[in-house]
């Protein structure tokens, strides 16, 4: 027994000194812990077991340890981190409030209640013919909500910026590993001052507005885009284009990690693939954005004489 203690006049750096020596029974089971210390009682009367404050015995039976960090749940903190798996989400001069799992997608539809003019910004994405003519069979009615978008937003007073991707002659820009663009280039797509590579005449650009040229999928990637908003103190960006996963996808992923506050109008957008469009708009852009209708946004911009 003295190889394992020293006497106990023994000084506190010698005590440490054989420390190492005791086995670590803090860690260990209930019954094993027992049994150390029957075998080790004068060692276990220098040195008592203190556990710390946040450590809880359990005695319940046939647990594989006795022992579990914490105090448990209450009820407060249980409602704490339920509040905390609530659906995200953010509207751009609005307080969203959104409910629980089954209600957080209507909720989040309907929250957008005012819009913020003097730093808000429309970008209209990709309403290129070849574009636009890929999905005008499935959404008949694209063109002409998109339409009433820029409509509203002219007379709101809010900026409306056009991204449009084209290539200059002989594509210069692709790259055989670029796997999409690629195909473009093969089939001739979207080189500048083609047909097919112009903005649709049902959403055309006014002859002040801004178009942004650029050679990759998301708006921001190749452009000047962010040189533009910044100049126009734009921190809210109002999104529609074509594709969902295309062109939205990646502009929601680019501009929420540079903090801009961002509303994704659900039917300006469409995509080839309706369940990928879906899953985008439920599940994926929520986390990031506001996700509204276009006569909801529409609505927010009204006067409030005209709100119901």
Known sequence: MHEIMPPRAASY?????????????????????SATMARHPVTHAHFP?????????????GSPSSMAWGRGPTAASRGARASRRQPFSRG????NTSGGRRTGRRRRMADLRTINRDHTAVLIMDYQNDIVNSVAAYHPQLLERAAAVLSGARLAGVPVIYVVVRFRPGYPEVSDRNLLFRGLKAAGRLGEGTPGAEIHAQVAPQPTEVIVAKRRVGAFST???????RAHQVTCLVLLGIATSGVVLSTVRWAADADYELIVLEDGC??????????LMQ???????TVVPSQAFLQALAPEAEKP
């Open 49 to 61: 077991l203190v556990l710390p404050s946040t450590v809880r015995v359990s005695s319940r039976q």
């Open 223 to 229: 452009t000047d885009l962010e040189s533009v908003l």
């Open 283 to 289: 599940k994926v852009f929520p986390r990031q954005a």
């Open 270 to 279: 469409a995509d080839a693939d309706e369940e990928v469009h879906r899953v």
């Open 92 to 95: 751009c001069g609005t307080a």
């Open 13 to 33: 750096a010698e005590m440490f000194l054989v420390l190492p020596r005791i086995p670590p029974l803090m860690f260990y089971p209930c019954r094993v812990r």
